[in-house]
């Protein structure tokens, strides 16, 4: 049984910096339950004023990679800098399968210690989308609650990519020497996200492969990049375990922000994502309904056989779908979809 949710006391802890409030606010916006939405947007609007004012990075890579360790040696440097960080992760495959385990505390075992820190794995039974919305809620509400660094950690496969760059000012893909990796991202168009790019694992015999993979990768770049008067994508080495090249692998994060204020402005970058943000919302939200109510499931069903049978022409049958979907459209209810 879950308790009810107070949005008000919900509201002062997390101004507070109350952690288990922090929490029970992210299980809130994580539900997909109608009457827990309305509260979680309640919530949202009455915090808008307070969120915004951190660094978001993403951060991607395969499994492997050594993301969990970054994080854990980058966020405590920053912590010892006077930083609160808090990481988020974006990983839909872990309602399936246990998925990668991103964002695992014992994972990242030195900065869960930390209060500082704030760790939240990704949640679970929800698909990209439903994933994507709580995660960009979620970090409304850790800089509410005056995190001022936020890594939202992802894989390095799929629309999950996208999903992040959506929502982060920065976005750092951490790449390893050797493994063929390089030229696959490339396929994928991840590195055509990438702000910063790091080859790990830069240490002991792998320290010369990873310079020879970052100098490839760095002239690699030079042909994804689109415009010729693009900012060049920094291709950086660094190894999380044993702490080395993490505070280059920061500067190039934080040249990167001044570089979007000189350029497009971070405001204008972020209103950029909302608008984006929006549209995906009011797509996916009409696209449920198109299939929401048992009449048009039947309809759709009908449609189907009669154009596949050659019976009624796809066209006509397209028409049929809008005319009746039209029609319902008054009585439905446009809750947020996941
Ligand atoms: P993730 O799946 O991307 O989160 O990767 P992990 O952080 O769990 O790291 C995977 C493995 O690589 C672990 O055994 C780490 O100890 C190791 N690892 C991570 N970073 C480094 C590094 O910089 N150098 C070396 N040699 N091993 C590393």
Known sequence: MSRRFDVAELIDGVRG????????????????????RKLARQMLRELAGSSGNSIRLGLSGVPGAGKSTFTDALGCRLIDQGHRVAVLAVDPSSSVSGGSVLGDRTRMGILSQSDDAFIRPSPTGLHLGGVARATREAMLLVEAAGYDVV????????????????????????????????????????????????????????????????????????????????????????????????????????????????TYGLAKYRGAQQVSWMWSQTEAAVLDSLHGTREMRELAHRMEE?????????????????????????????????
């Open 17 to 36: 910096g109350d952690r288990v409030a922090l929490a029970r606010s992210i299980t809130l916006v994580e539900s997909r339950k109608p009457e827990h």
């Open 151 to 262: 890594i939202v950690e992802t894989v390095g496969v799929g629309q999950s990519e996208v999903a992040v760059a959506g929502m982060v000012d920065t976005y750092l893909v951490l790449m390893l020497a050797r493994s063929g990796d390089q030229l696959q991202g490339i396929k994928k168009g991840i590195l055509e996200l990438a702000h910063v790019i790091a080859v790990n694992k830069a240490d002991g015999e792998n320290a010369a492969e990873a310079r020879v993979t970052a100098r490839d990768l760095s002239i690699a770049m030079k042909l994804v990049s689109s415009q010729a008067n693009e900012r060049r994508v920094p291709v950086l080495t660094c190894s999380a375990l044993e702490k080395s090249g993490l505070d280059e692998v920061w500067q190039a994060v934080l040249d990167h922000r001044v570089h979007l204020e000189k």
């Open 306 to 338: 009669a154009v596949d049978s050659g019976e009624t022409s796809a066209l006509d049958a397209s028409s049929e779908l809008l005319r009746v979907f039209a029609a319902q459209v008054p009585s439905l209810d446009w809750a947020q979809p996941d």
